[in-house]
Nanobody, 124 residues
Framework: QVQLVESGGGLVQAGDSLRLSCAASGRTFSSYGMGWFRQAPGKEREFVSGISWSGNEILYADSVKGRFTISRDNAKNTVYLQMNSLKPEDTAVYYC?????????????????WGKGTLVTVSS
């Protein structure tokens, strides 16, 4: 059974940093593109960042560009999201996602495997 498990969320103050982790199991992690999405209270889920299976393609939402960094460690079957200079508007449940098709260019709309999410709360 394929699983994605997020960790690293918490309550921080504006300007602080957090690193989210997403551990994958049940399939060959290194073959799939991965992404992070978030959903704030009362809002729809939105794309945050994505990384291709090779690591050569990386995308960020404009709202996090320059503050967040996505990376992957295939040896550990883990994708990370380093979040710096956090703002109250970054408050959301953050979800890890995986592509359904291996070895293809990064496809944000191709993510169909989801973790349960981890809550990030940024106080002002």
């Amino acid at each position: 059974q394929v699983q994605l498990v997020e960790s690293g969320g918490g309550l921080v103050q504006a300007g602080d940093s957090l690193r989210l982790s997403c551990a994958a199991s049940g399939r060959t992690f290194s073959s799939y593109g991965m992404g992070w999405f978030r959903q704030a209270p009362g809002k729809e889920r939105e794309f945050v960042s994505g990384i291709s299976w090779s690591g050569n393609e990386i995308l960020y939402a404009d709202s996090v560009k320059g503050r967040f960094t996505i990376s992957r460690d295939n040896a550990k079957n883990t994708v990370y999201l380093q979040m710096n200079s956090l703002k109250p508007e970054d408050t959301a449940v953050y979800y890890c996602a995986g592509d359904r098709v291996p070895h293809r260019p990064l496809r944000i709309d191709g993510m169909d495997l989801w973790g349960k999410g981890t809550l990030v709360t940024v106080s002002s």
